[in-house]
């Protein structure tokens, strides 16, 4: 099993954060990470939402050389810190109180070796990928492997909605989105809805994580 490192200045874990992983660890510092985990391997939630602008870039790249997945958690979440962080090694990005079945939506990406950001930066994203490589429909074997509503549901992945946009829009649950989404990138051989995102756009994409 996983562990749930929450690295915070804040005197003890969020209860929500608790409410997402009852037995994650704290650590007051990066410097105290190591001492703070019992486990091989596990997830750094980094706090960030009280850190001075100036100390986060030093603050992520330390918890990326720990070798553990790190999630960045902000106060205000934005598209260029975003990208600085993703670029310094972080696999993914979020609000500091987002909510705890977001938490473990997150978890579940990262521990597969995906990414996650918020659905509005993810959008954001896809546009300017789409703008600096100009896609067409991804190769017709990938997608013939899909069923009709799959391919929905990778289509609208495919324009950056969420999971609760896609079951509304498709007018199915968001467990069922979830169990499509599941099928897609096992057929579609990609670790997370970014990479499925790109592929549906044919935008190359490429693994960092070993």
């Known amino acids: 099993m996983m562990e749930h490192l929450f690295v915070t200045s804040a005197g003890e874990i969020r209860?929500?954060?608790?409410?997402?992983?009852?037995l994650a660890k704290r650590a007051a510092s990066i410097a105290e990470i190591g001492a703070a985990t019992t486990r091989a391997r596990g997830v750094i939630w980094l706090d960030l939402a009280t850190a001075a602008p100036e100390a986060r870039k030093v603050q992520v790249q330390a918890a990326v050389?720990?070798?553990?997945?790190?999630?960045?958690?902000?106060?205000?979440?934005?598209?260029?810190?975003?990208?600085?962080?993703?670029?310094?090694?972080?696999?993914?990005?979020?609000?500091?109180?987002?909510?705890?079945?977001?938490?473990r939506e997150i978890a579940l990406v990262v521990e597969h070796g995906g990414f996650w950001m918020p659905p509005e930066l993810m959008q954001r994203f896809l546009a300017l990928s789409l703008r600096v490589v100009p896609g067409t429909a991804p190769r017709e074997p990938e997608l013939n492997e899909l069923t009709s509503r799959e391919l929905m549901v990778a289509e609208q992945v495919a324009h950056g909605a969420s999971n609760r946009e896609i079951a509304q829009t498709l007018n199915i649950t968001e467990r069922t989105v979830k169990a499509h989404l599941s099928a897609i990138f096992e057929k579609m051989e990609v670790r997370d809805r970014v990479q499925l995102a790109l592929a549906m756009n044919n935008i190359p994409t490429y693994t960092t994580i070993n």
Do not use: I, K
């Open 15 to 22: 209860q929500r954060w608790r409410q997402a992983f009852p």
């Open 65 to 103: 050389e720990f070798g553990w997945p790190v999630v960045v958690m902000s106060a205000a979440p934005g598209e260029s810190e975003a990208f600085e962080f993703l670029n310094l090694g972080a696999v993914g990005y979020c609000h500091f109180c987002a909510a705890p079945e977001q938490l």
